[in-house]
């Protein structure tokens, strides 16, 4: 899903066969180690369990695609996708049902009832924001704010008809101005009036134009807006406007009939453990269980009372209406 829902994969190529799989423990696809810091994740699972995982860089579409290709013999154990892959994984019949430790705490819409699939870590959808770029203006804490004159030429967004980011913003402020999947004329009117103030609209994750200050102000995802904060030279914040916005999850499965099922279960029941729920807040990702953090690490996000205006939606709902939202969206507003 990384790059058809969230816009934000690298591209990979397909990896029809995974050379170390004979000499590996347990094979996990789309669990890349320069993403979410899966890195940590995979020596953690090496260190507690003594399992080697290989590294493997699929996106969500090219995992999907491969558990089916090996439908009759699978390889992968366990897998990794974006939450409508994993929608869309079950209905396949290439997961299984299972329950890791923990499941009962992932708060209901983010996983599967029986298990099939289940949120690890998500993102939140909000403003990215470059305060140094803001000259006089103020900083916007409302979607609505981002319509006055003071933001001219200063607002991003991706672009909603391609980039699934892009979308899931307009999914964000349809349901904050009164919309809902089966309505998305306030999303259609607001980007209409948005457009008056001459918005940057571009295809793909646009982070550096943010750091270097061309976009001051992106509709984009909280771990980016952290990201920039805490590594990057500058001033950045992380708004969750006013009005209320969604969370995007990323999700697990256990892959149905898989050569160690065992293991499988061993490793996501680790992975949704305190111990390795922490571990995704290296990459500033919010934990899927309610799990106390350090303060360290959480006071380098927002209050979790900013946090309950995020809310989830229906994501199998949210993949069969976007391309009418699109085509809307070309239509009317573009």
Request: charged share 20%; aromatic share 12%.
């Amino acid at each position: 899903m990384r790059n058809v829902m969230l816009g934000l994969a690298t591209a990979g190529a397909l990896v029809a066969s995974l050379p170390a799989a004979q000499a590996a423990d347990a094979i996990c696809y789309n669990c890349p180690p320069q993403w979410a810091d899966w890195a940590s994740q995979l020596d953690a699972i090496k260190d507690n369990l003594g399992y080697e995982l290989p590294h493997d860089n699929k996106n969500s579409g090219q995992t999907l695609s491969q558990l089916l290709a090996e439908q009759g013999n699978p390889v992968a154990d366990i897998a990794y996708y974006g939450v409508t892959f994993g929608i869309k994984a079950k209905a396949e019949g290439v997961t299984a049902a299972y329950k890791p430790a923990g499941f009962e705490e992932i708060p209901e819409g983010l996983k599967d009832p029986e298990g099939h699939w289940f949120t690890t870590h998500f993102g939140t959808l909000g403003l990215f924001v470059n305060l140094d770029a803001l000259g006089d203006a103020p900083v916007p804490q409302c979607w609505a704010d981002l319509t006055k004159p003071e933001y001219d030429g200063m607002v991003g967004y991706l672009d909603p008809s391609s980039a699934f980011v892009g979308y899931a913003g307009a999914v964000a402020v349809n349901r904050a101005m009164g919309g809902d999947l089966d309505n998305f004329d306030p999303a259609i009117a607001y980007f209409q009036e948005l457009a008056e103030n001459d918005p940057i609209v571009p295809k793909q994750t646009s982070y550096a134009r943010v750091v270097s200050g061309e976009i001051p102000i992106l509709f984009d995802y909280d771990f980016n807006a952290y990201r920039a904060k805490y590594t990057e030279d500058g001033n950045f914040e992380f708004v969750l406007p006013c009005e209320g916005s969604v969370v995007v999850p990323y999700v697990m499965s256990l892959v149905n009939n898989g050569p160690n099922k065992e293991r499988g279960k061993e490793i996501l029941d680790f992975i949704m453990s305190d111990a390795g729920q922490q571990i995704w807040t290296n990459a500033f990702l919010k934990p899927a269980r309610p799990i106390e953090l350090p303060a360290e690490i959480s006071e380098k996000f927002l209050p979790d009372s900013e946090y309950a205006r995020a809310t989830p939606v229906d994501y199998a709902k949210m993949e069969q209406v976007q391309k009418g939202f699109g085509e809307r969206y070309l239509n009317e507003v573009r």
